[in-house]
């Protein structure tokens, strides 16, 4: 079992910027995929961008230039910057971790409100 415990949301104005936090309970070394999901009100939950075991980041593209993840494998912790936000951001963020056995694992979410 993985816990993720994600930090960061808020309240930010039109243009601003946050950066999310996820924390592993395990190594994220080995890990096969890890990201980053949102959904907002009334929509699918969509994948907004990850990184693979290899290294490889995939990003969604209505977030393309303007968010950026990282990880710190040594505090088993994945980052995503987001800079430029748009109303249209707002949702909850929920970090994903699918582990090199292929179990995924869910964090509770982080609420991200960006008003205009």
């Known amino acids: 079992q993985v816990q993720l415990v994600e930090s960061g949301g808020g309240l930010v104005q039109a243009g601003g910027s946050l950066t999310l936090s996820c924390a592993a309970s395990?190594?994220?070394?080995?890990?096969?995929?890890m990201g980053w999901y949102r959904q907002a009100p009334g929509k699918q939950r969509e994948l907004v961008a990850h990184?693979?075991?290899?290294?490889?980041?995939y990003y969604a593209d209505s977030v393309k230039g303007r968010f950026t993840l990282s990880r710190d494998n040594a505090k088993n912790t994945i980052y995503l910057q987001m800079n430029s936000l748009k109303p249209e951001d707002t949702a909850v963020y929920y970090c994903?971790?699918?582990?090199?056995?292929?179990?995924?694992?869910w964090g509770q979410g982080t609420q991200v409100t960006v008003s205009s």
């Open positions: 395990r190594s994220i070394f080995r890990i096969n995929v």
């Open positions: 994903n971790y699918i582990s090199d056995t292929f179990n995924r694992y």
């Open positions: 990184i693979s075991t290899s290294g490889t980041i």
